[in-house]
């Protein structure tokens, strides 16, 4: 019998889960340990953050879907992994503290034979002053959080109603953050529900990004076919911001947070200060802070982790210039390369390098975008990663391993514009591959056949039909498996 | 603060373009076409 343990139950994790028990016989155990009983599918905390839909619609308990398909489930946090086992005990495991309601905070030894660490971010609202839920900005990152977000806005938008001018300022609260597609989505959503509420003449609306431009969304823009022309995805976001009489700040870096101000430094690195009522700024992402010991009980956290906190796979992290970057720096396989049986997925695993070129101001602070992993590459990299593991389980050494790097898989962004099946329009845009890869397409470094941008309803119905079939999917529904990452 | 307001180099959508983002019939086309085109996209990545 061998033991598979995935740590984390996001997009990453549950999709591994799910993939992997559908592979093993019941007489090998899947385990998942995860701090919440439920998943939450965050593409659509957006919608929530803005009012349009309720926390309730984005998530899903996991318990009863995890019982019905035969895996484990511990509620805890990984806090330690032993990939050498622990004094008499050879054999590999990780330490998992309680956070469910019974002995919370109790600690627990799990042992393993592969293990995935599908842990995703953590929200390093810290690393700003002031930044947060807990501090002056709202967030989205979780539904908890977009909740608290949607009271705040509707809160503004009552004010407004009331003849108050408000500013909105959405974006990013770090110059190193990531998933700046996010905040493009939430911005336009925002836009869209003041003019459904009526107040959009008393609102000014701001986006604030550490990218270097508009449409950069940390993969450094990309380029597509529209009208005879080849465009660059700056064009396309600056004009539907231009549209909406949405302003932008780009290349910025938010050092700090007060109530109603933010303090940012800018690429030319020059200090200034914007004022606002409502603020969703997202915080940047490192790792999170899992420790890696060995037998003797010697911290070898390095050996499995970058500083960042991110884990090590098969990618080259040998230090290089921009202009030495190349697609195969990604990794294929995310398996750790001194201990065979570990994997990262998702948000986990350790990027080479960035894939917009680095910046500095003129006073030297780093403001550029950190490599995004979008849901679509997490789940198919924890796929692929469940598929390789039940092929070693199973004895299957013989096929090669299914490869899955970012530099040889796309990624469909549809970023809704207003949560109404009739008005409401999104930007779907595609990519292939997500790492550009200037070998294989010399000019744009991405195939432009497969590289688009549109604006319309159709994109918003993708949006919403993608949303409900992801739910199913999550629930392990019948024939779930056949929906595609 | 210093923000960029209306860049005028960016392109904006003429009167029919909008018309035709929301006209269902158009818009119902589009989203065969679009689907079509993310399901070349996912074929490759998959
Ligand atoms: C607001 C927002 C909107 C987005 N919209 C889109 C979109 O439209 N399209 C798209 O493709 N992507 C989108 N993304 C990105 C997408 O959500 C992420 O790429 C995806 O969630 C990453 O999956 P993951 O499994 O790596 O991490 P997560 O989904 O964050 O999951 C991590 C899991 O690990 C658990 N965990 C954390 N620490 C531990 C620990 N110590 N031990 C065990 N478990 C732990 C967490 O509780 C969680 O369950 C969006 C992101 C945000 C924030």
Redesign the interface.
């Known amino acids: 019998m061998a033991r598979v343990v995935i740590l984390g139950a996001g997009i990453a994790g549950h999709t591994a889960a799910l993939f992997a028990r559908r592979r093993l016989p019941r007489s090998h155990q899947v385990i998942v340990v995860s701090p919440k009983d439920i998943y939450n599918w965050i593409p659509s905390n957006i919608w929530v953050g803005v009012g349009a839909m309720s926390s309730r619609e984005v998530v899903v308990p996991l318990r009863p879907v995890y019982a019905k398909m035969g895996i484990d489930f511990v509620q805890g946090r990984a806090v330690e992994i032993h990939p050498e086992g622990t004094g008499a005990v050879g054999t590999p495991r990780v330490v998992v503290e309680n956070t469910g309601e019974e002995a919370t905070g109790q600690r627990r030894e799990i042992g393993y034979d592969y293990l995935i660490n599908a842990t995703g971010p953590k929200l390093n609202f810290a690393a700003t002053p002031g930044l947060g839920p807990e501090g002056f900005t709202q967030s989205v990152c979780t539904y908890e959080h977009a909740d608290k977000a949607a009271g705040a806005f509707l809160a503004a938008v009552e004010e407004m109603k009331k003849g108050r001018t408000q500013t909105l300022l959405i974006g990013t609260g770090h110059g190193m953050c990531t998933c700046e597609g996010a905040a493009f989505e939430f911005v336009l959503n925002v836009e869209f529900e003041l003019r459904r509420h009526q107040v959009r003449d008393k609102a000014r609306v ?1 986006f604030i990004s550490n990218e270097p431009e508009l449409g950069d969304f940390g993969v450094g823009g990309m380029h597509f076919k529209r009208g005879g022309y080849v465009v660059s995805s700056k ?1 396309f976001a ?2 539907l ?3 909406r009489g949405v ?4 290349g910025a870096h938010v050092q700090k947070v007060e109530a109603g101000k933010v303090f940012y430094e ?1 690429l030319d690195g ?1 200090n ?4 606002f009522d409502f603020a969703m700024l997202l915080p940047p992402f490192t790792g999170t802070g899992m420790k890696a010991l060995d037998r003797a009980g010697q911290d070898i956290t390095a050996d499995l982790f970058m500083p960042n906190g991110f884990m090590k796979v098969d990618a080259d992290y040998s230090k290089k210039d921009y202009a030495q970057w190349k697609a195969a720096d990604w990794p294929k396989t995310y398996r750790n390369p001194k201990y065979a049986n570990i994997f990262a997925v998702g948000i986990a695993f350790a990027p080479p390098h960035a894939i917009t070129r680095p910046r500095v101001s003129a006073k030297g602070t780093p403001i550029s975008p950190a490599p995004p992993r979008t849901g ?1 590459p997490s789940a ?1 990299i924890g796929r692929v990663v469940a598929n390789n593991i039940a092929d070693l389980v199973l004895g299957r050494t013989q096929r090669r391993p299914k490869t899955a790097s970012m530099a ?3 990624a ?1 962004c549809v970023a809704s514009a207003g949560a109404n099946w ?2 409401g ?1 999104a930007a ?1 845009m ?1 990519m ?1 591959p997500i790492v550009p890869d200037f070998e294989r397409f010399p000019e744009y470094g991405r195939d432009l056949k ?1 590289t ?1 941008g ?6 918003h ?2 949006k919403k039909i993608l949303h409900y079939l992801f739910i199913y999917k999550a629930k392990a529904l019948p024939m779930w498996w056949m929906i ?2 | 603060m210093s923000v960029n307001k209306t860049d005028q180099q960016a392109p904006l959508p003429t009167h029919s373009t909008r018309f035709f983002r929301t006209f269902v019939p158009w818009q119902l086309l589009k989203f065969i076409l679009i689907n079509l085109k993310m399901i070349r996209m996912i074929r490759r990545s998959h």
């Open positions: 701001v064009l600056e004009s911001f231009v549209e302003e932008w700040i780009t800018t020059e200034h200060e914007a004022a679509m198919i040889a898989l796309g469909a009739w008005s329009t779907s595609t292939y497969f688009f549109d604006i319309g309803s159709a994109g119905w993708i595609p990452e």
